[in-house]
């Protein structure tokens, strides 16, 4: 056991530090954990339109008529309760462009606001631009799809918010920027410098969707994003097998005095998110749950206590 241990800690700890120490990956780890409080939010007033019991159960009597009270309260209300619901919920991919991009700029020591924002920015325009539709009655209504604004738009996100910061940091680095006067205060010289980097990184993603949606009408960048990122790692977290090992994995981390949740988090939690946002749409949609295998590898890791 001595052998297999120190075998573990040679292989495995270089491994983990490299993952806990590369900067895109405790980025990513960083803006995951900042969806939480989000997270719970959401998930708050889900539970509060939807009651544990219903009103069949209430009807029978007994004990569970004390619910009742809550039990018509949600069935009146629903809608509007769940609007706090699909205003966090359905804004995770903002939210971890957002915070993504503040943590990997922070790294770079660049001004984390400003690149925060324009990934955030970058994202919307990438996941979800405004288009003009024809109405019934002749106007014109500005609408957007909001499909990849929440946990299926987490790998554009992703790319989004390190291509950004990356395209930002490589123009200042290479003076690509406005330059004012020394006497310009500090913080118009930095938004004037932020100019070109933004116009180039509108180009990359606005101009490379309309680049994919000209050679395939039906695809959309989020949608390519989705199929190269999304498909091979819902393989390995979202099948019994994958899993399975990813459990394993986790747990030989935490045996080097490590902590795999975390160190496995970039890879995992986008898929994990996605399953959680789906079942949650069921649940309010008042229709029954679907497990998945990637729901089994966060209750491995929880049998430990390792969150």
Aim: glycine fraction near 8%; include cysteine.
């Amino acid at each position: 056991m001595e052998k297999f241990m120190k075998f573990l800690n040679e292989k495995l700890t270089p491994l983990a530090n490299f993952f806990g120490r590369q900067r895109h990956l405790l980025a990513m780890q960083r803006g995951f954990m900042a969806m939480i409080s989000f997270i719970f939010i959401g998930a708050v007033f889900m539970i509060i339109a939807n009651p544990p019991v219903t009103a069949d159960m209430v009807a029978n009597g007994g004990i569970l008529s004390i619910f009742s009270g809550w039990v018509n309260f949600a069935a009146k209300y629903k809608m509007v309760i769940l609007i706090p619901f699909n205003m966090t919920m359905g804004m995770l991919g903002v939210i971890a462009a957002f915070a993504i991009a503040y943590n990997l700029a922070s790294s770079y020591k660049m001004s984390a606001m400003s690149s925060a924002l324009t990934s955030a920015i970058i994202f919307m325009l990438t996941a979800a631009p405004a288009g003009y539709y024809a109405l019934a009655d002749g106007s014109v209504a500005s609408m957007m799809k909001t499909t990849y604004l929440g946990s299926q738009g987490l790998f554009t996100a992703i790319v989004v918010a390190i291509v950004t910061v990356e395209v930002t940091r490589f123009c200042l680095s290479h003076h690509l920027t406005i330059r004012l006067p020394e006497s310009v205060p500090p913080f118009i010289s930095e938004t004037f410098s932020l100019i070109i980097p933004g116009v180039l990184n509108t180009i990359i993603f606005f101009g490379g969707n309309l680049l994919i949606q000209a050679y395939d009408p039906t695809m959309t960048l989020p949608a390519l994003i989705e199929f190269v990122l999304g498909k091979p790692l819902g393989g390995l977290c979202n099948t019994w097998p994958g899993a399975i090992a990813l459990c394993i994995i986790s747990s030989l981390f935490w045996c080097c005095g490590l902590h795999g949740t975390m160190i496995l988090m970039p890879f995992t939690t986008a898929i994990g998110m996605q399953v959680a946002t789906r079942n949650m749409e069921l649940v309010a949609a008042g229709k029954d749950i679907i497990f998945q295998p990637a729901m089994f590898g966060d209750a491995g890791n929880l049998l430990g206590g390792s969150r």
